[in-house]
C-alpha cells in the first residue's frame, strides 16, 4: 500500500471501462412502429383548421359567432383520442425499448419527436385541405355529395391512410 491514501481516496479499485460499440438499429422494426405512431398526431390535429366552421355549420351555439371558439375548444379538449394517444405513446416507448438496448437506445428515441412534428405539422394541413373539397371542382359528382357532407373527405382519408400504415405495418412483421 502507498502513504498518499487519504479521504479522497477511492474504496473500490478503478476499473478500465469499455466503451460498448453501438449495433445498428433494427430499421425495419424502427421505420414500422413510426409509421404506425405518425397516425395518432395526423388524425388529432387534423381537425384544428375546421373546427370553427364545423362548430357554426352544425348550429351548436344556436347562432351566436361569440361561442364559436368557446365550443370548438370544448370539442377539441375533451377527445377521448387525447387518452388513447398517452397509452399508445407508452406502448411505442415501450417498443422501442424492446427493440433496442443501452449502447443504441438514444439513437432509436431520437425519431420519437421527429414523428410527432412531422405528424402535427402534416395533420393540420391535409385538414384543411380536404375540409371543403366541392369548391375547386363544384360539378363534378363526388364533389356534389362531399359538398354536403364536407367533412366526410378528412375523416375517410385519415382513416384510410391510417389503416394502410398500421396494416402495411403488421404485415411487414
Not at 377521448?80 to 407508452?90: E, I, N
Not at 405528424?119 to 385538414?127: E, Q, T, V, Y
Not at 384543411?128 to 359538398?147: E, H, Q, R, V, Y
Not at 396494416?167 to 411487414?172: F, T
Request: with cysteine.
Amino acid at each position: 500500500m502507498t502513504n498518499d491514501v487519504n479521504e479522497r481516496t477511492s474504496l473500490l479499485p478503478p476499473q478500465a471501462k469499455k466503451a460498448k460499440k453501438p449495433t445498428t438499429l433494427p430499421k425495419l422494426q424502427l421505420a414500422i412502429i413510426m409509421l404506425i405512431q405518425i397516425c395518432e398526431p395526423l388524425t388529432s390535429q387534423s381537425i384544428y383548421p375546421y373546427i370553427n366552421q364545423l362548430v357554426s355549420e352544425l348550429d351548436i351555439t344556436g347562432g351566436d359567432k361569440r361561442k364559436v371558439g368557446y365550443y370548438a375548444q370544448v370539442e377539441c379538449s375533451e377527445k377521448p383520442a387525447l387518452q388513447v394517444s398517452t397509452v399508445s405513446l407508452g406502448v411505442m416507448k415501450s417498443a422501442l425499448g424492446d427493440l433496442t438496448h443501452s449502447s443504441n437506445r438514444a439513437r432509436a428515441f431520437r425519431f420519437v419527436p421527429l414523428i410527432w412534428a412531422t405528424g402535427a405539422s402534416l395533420g393540420p394541413f391535409i385538414g384543411g385541405t380536404l375540409s371543403t373539397p366541392a369548391d375547386p371542382f363544384p360539378g363534378n359528382f363526388l364533389c356534389k355529395i362531399l359538398g354536403r357532407l364536407p367533412i366526410l373527405s378528412t375523416l375517410c382519408s385519415r382513416r384510410r391512410f391510417c389503416v394502410f400504415l398500421i396494416y402495411s405495418g403488421s404485415s411487414a412483421l
